[in-house]
């Protein structure tokens, strides 16, 4: 019996002196309201890095419930106990592996050592992109939208020194898209929502005028770091009809024996053209220094040049494009010497989209390559319509130094119109990737917010530029669970449904599809309306979820209205249109046409309705 007690007794110092172990190798970050931890900066971080270091205050305060001081010094705080933000002479020590990255390098690393945890990556942006992939993979913080975000609640927070001897905390990543432009309208306009997504192009005020981003929070701060692009069809602002035909009509588009005085090309090979428009660059890149690339981009429209000096260069480099990037990379040349770290960009548009022979672009030269003729439903080897544009991207790619990107993800002759790209977004951007695009734009409803499904949109285009390789369904599945809560199933349901009538194999459509394309058949119309009735019952003791579930069916509303009038009367189509477009605030429905717009829609669907009524009466 004394023999089972020694042994008792010794198991349970073992068992203790384990115990204590593994308390000293538990670091707690808060528990109860109360947290031993400083967020550490140095002393001269950079304006991101400061931001970085606020989002990274605030967030913990909203699942923690406490707020951490920020101290700019790295002397400060209790060793052990410090979240480290940027890298510093304190990140050197700790981690000396690690390497000083690049001010522009978006790849971002965070990890404990010890009891601190450290936050660090380029000092323009990767830093910030470290705060927040920390947020989302260990706090599950969400940034759906711009007024939807999710900060779970949590009592206590607990981490491990090491796990299997490697950092129990560590996570390193990489853009699979050195730039990535959010074009959809919420990620377009607001700064701070737009980085949270981890995309690096803010749009910059226009030179003279106040911008809508200064001085609040973000502004300045996310304004200064991004990458900018100057421009677009910048060609005819340089040299305008208005200002240089009078007198020299011979600088502008030759077509059929007439030089084009309305909106035209430029005659590319007239030198006076090249010397303006090299002026006129310089001059903007003088002015606004804060852009990574310049506008030198040809106008929209289909009329280039077909005078005899044109048609030549035309003819020796295969093609419009030939003539195009002969210019181009002059201007790039003259500009190189002055602004060795900037590039000229142009476009493969339309006319000049295919890839030239016999010629390159330069390597201060960006490409910007347009998708606007393909076809959304499906991937680039998957129908007609799209493989000779993915001749065209593998041309390009295996020429172009910077190739670049303009896609389009949603439908612009009339925004709110469905657009099933939600699986072959995926393989589009993979496709860039895979062709050396070190930027793409995905422009959705740039200048309203009136896009289908436009937050699951923008989400989903973030995610997958930054890593083209992200499982889809889960996103999904993450964003309509979030942001739609019980609701979120019959989402699913609705993009399946999507999936299945609208992507049919047969059935191919670009970016200006209307209200009479064959793909909105009255079944998908009527099951769509259904699935959006369940969801609004699931969620039905929420207005909130309620109203994002509504918003979500209005082009359904709007194409049963068009396509089957009396029935959408009967099921109060019309109605619940005009009740989301006035509680969102909807105006314009379309990109170019400002007739097109809600209060049109209203007036002929009032006239529907009167109509309707007249011949219940009669």
């Known amino acids: 019996m004394k023999k089972m007690k020694n042994w008792v007794f010794a198991a349970t110092l073992v068992c203790g002196a384990g115990l204590l172990m593994s308390c000293t190798n538990r670091h707690v970050l808060f528990r109860s309201g109360t947290s031993s931890y400083t967020i550490v900066l140095d002393a001269n971080a950079p304006a991101s890095e400061r931001y970085a270091a606020l989002e990274l205050r605030d967030w913990l305060r909203e699942v923690s419930g406490v707020e951490l001081s920020i101290v700019s010094s790295i002397d400060s705080g209790r060793p052990g106990h410090r979240l480290i933000v940027g890298y510093n002479k304190l990140t050197a020590a700790l981690v000396p592996e690690a390497k000083r990255p690049d001010d522009r390098d978006d790849a971002f690393t965070w990890q404990n050592v010890g009891g601190d945890i450290l936050f660090w990556g380029g000092c323009k942006r990767g830093t910030l992109y470290s705060v927040y992939s920390f947020l989302e993979e260990k706090l599950d913080c969400r940034w759906y939208s711009a007024t939807v975000s999710v900060a779970p609640k949590r009592k206590a927070w607990r981490f491990s020194s090491k796990r299997k001897g490697e950092p129990a905390l560590y996570c390193h990543e990489t853009p699979g898209i050195q730039i990535r432009d959010n074009c959809v309208y919420d990620a377009r306009t607001i700064p701070a929502f737009s980085a949270r997504l981890r995309n690096n192009f803010v749009r910059l005020p226009d030179p003279g005028k106040k911008s809508s981003t200064t001085p609040q929070r973000g502004g300045p701060t996310l304004a200064g770091t991004a990458e900018g692009y100057w421009g677009v069809h910048a060609m005819g602002s340089f040299i305008s009809p208005s200002e240089y035909y009078e007198t020299h009509p011979e600088y502008f588009s030759l077509r059929d024996g007439q030089r084009q005085s309305g909106y035209t090309q430029l005659c590319l090979s007239n030198p006076d053209v090249l010397r303006i428009c090299t002026e006129k660059i310089r001059d903007v890149m003088r002015r606004e220094p804060d852009y990574l690339i310049y506008s030198m981009e040809q106008n929209d429209d289909m009329l280039p040049c077909q005078c005899d000096s044109c048609q030549a260069i035309v003819q020796r480099y295969g093609g419009e494009s030939g003539l195009m990037v002969w210019f181009v990379n002059q201007v790039a040349d003259a500009v190189k010497d ?107 409803d740039y200048q309203t917010p009136t896009c289908e499904l436009r937050e699951l949109r923008s989400y989903l285009l973030s995610k997958l530029m930054w890593n083209p390789d992200a499982d889809v369904e889960a996103i999904i599945r993450d964003f309509t669970d979030g942001y739609y809560g019980a609701a979120g199933r019959y989402v699913r349901d609705y993009l399946a449904l999507e999936d299945s009538i609208l992507r049919r194999p047969d059935m191919h459509t670009n970016c200006y599809a209307t209200t009479g394309h064959a793909m909105f058949t009255e079944e998908f119309i009527r099951e769509g309306r259904r699935i959006f009735a369940e969801a609004k019952a699931a969620v039905a003791k929420d207005s909130a979820l309620v109203a994002r579930v509504e918003t979500a069916e209005f082009p359904l509303c709007l194409l049963q209205m068009e396509r089957m009038p009396q029935e959408g009367i009967r099921d109060g189509a019309d109605v619940l249109f005009e009740k989301v477009a006035r509680r969102e605030g909807y105006k314009q429905m379309t990109e170019f046409n400002p007739s097109v717009n809600v209060d049109s829609y209203l007036e002929k669907f009032a006239s529907i309705a009167r109509e309707a009524n007249e011949g219940e009466a009669k």
């Open 338 to 444: 002055e602004f060795p770290d900037k590039f000229i960009g142009t476009f493969a548009y339309q006319y000049t989209r295919h890839a030239p022979t016999g010629i390159v672009p330069r390597e201060n030269v960006v490409i910007r390559l347009c998708s606007i003729e393909c076809c959304l439903l499906h991937g680039y080897d998957e129908c007609d319509q799209n493989r000779e544009f993915l001749r065209d991207l593998e041309a390009w790619g295996s020429i172009a130094p910077h190739l670049y990107i303009w896609d389009y993800v949603t439908d612009f002759a009339l925004y709110c119109l469905p657009v099933a790209n939600w699986r072959t977004m995926q393989s589009h951007i993979q496709d860039f990737r895979d062709n050396h695009a070190i930027g793409i734009l995905e422009e959705g």
